[in-house]
């Protein structure tokens, strides 16, 4: 059973820095596409991240560009994502995705981050 | 950036009954390699989003018949056959033909 289980949200500050994981499990994780998406609070989706299988290849969307990194560690199977320069605009669910053939096909539970003094 | 619309944003339906979503993108979502990445996801209450279809009308696993996707080039269409009650919940279709992916504003399934 694939399974994606994030960790690492919480209260940050403004401007502060906060490190997301995301461990996987069952399925081959280095065989994959990973990505990371949010949604504010009853708010749609956005897609922000995007890493390749080996990690050498990364996306991003402007909003995010500059001041979140991706990165992947396929020994221990984990997603990261590293977020500095946090706004009061970055408060919301943190998903972590699997990108298939079949799309964005398995979405983890989420963890919930929230910026305010 | 593919900007997605969706029409109705909101669709109260009655138990048994057909419900149907249209989605518009605004441009092509054909890719060079002539692939539709055209996906459709469903978001329960309180849950994470789940992929119904993918590539316009491809069901993912697990997914029942009653859910079925149609269309071409920047006009989509998800329908409900007979709703049941756990169908509640929003509805997004998501381009992933060009990064930034983006979806739609997402429409609520409710019953009347």
């Known amino acids: 059973e694939v399974q994606l289980v994030e960790s690492g949200g919480g209260l940050v500050q403004p401007g502060g820095s906060l490190r997301l994981s995301c461990a996987a499990s069952g399925f081959t994780f280095s065989n994959y596409w990973m990505l990371w998406a949010r949604q504010a609070p009853g708010k749609g989706l956005m897609l922000f991240s995007r890493i390749d299988a080996d990690g050498s290849t990364t996306f991003y969307a402007d909003s995010v560009q500059g001041r979140f990194t991706i990165s992947r560690d396929n020994a221990r199977n984990t997603l990261y994502l590293q977020m500095n320069s946090l706004s009061a605009e970055d408060s919301a669910v943190y998903y972590c995705v699997r990108d298939s053939r079949s799309g964005v096909d398995y979405w983890g539970q989420g963890t919930l981050v929230t910026v305010s003094s | 950036d593919i900007v997605m619309t969706q029409t109705p944003l909101s669709s109260p339906v009655t138990l048994g009954q057909p419900a149907s979503i249209s989605c518009n993108s605004s441009q092509s979502l054909v890719h060079t390699n002539g692939i539709t990445y055209l996906s459709w996801l469903q978001q329960r209450p309180g849950q994470p989003p789940r992929l119904l279809i993918y590539e316009i009308f491809n069901r993912f696993s697990g997914v029942p018949d009653r859910f079925s996707g149609s269309g071409a080039g920047t006009d989509f269409t998800l329908k409900i056959s007979r709703v049941e009650a756990e169908d509640v919940g929003v509805y997004y279709c998501?381009?992933?033909?060009?990064?930034?992916?983006?979806f739609g504003p997402g429409t609520k399934v409710e019953i009347k």
């Open positions: 998501l381009q992933t033909t060009q990064f930034p992916w983006t």
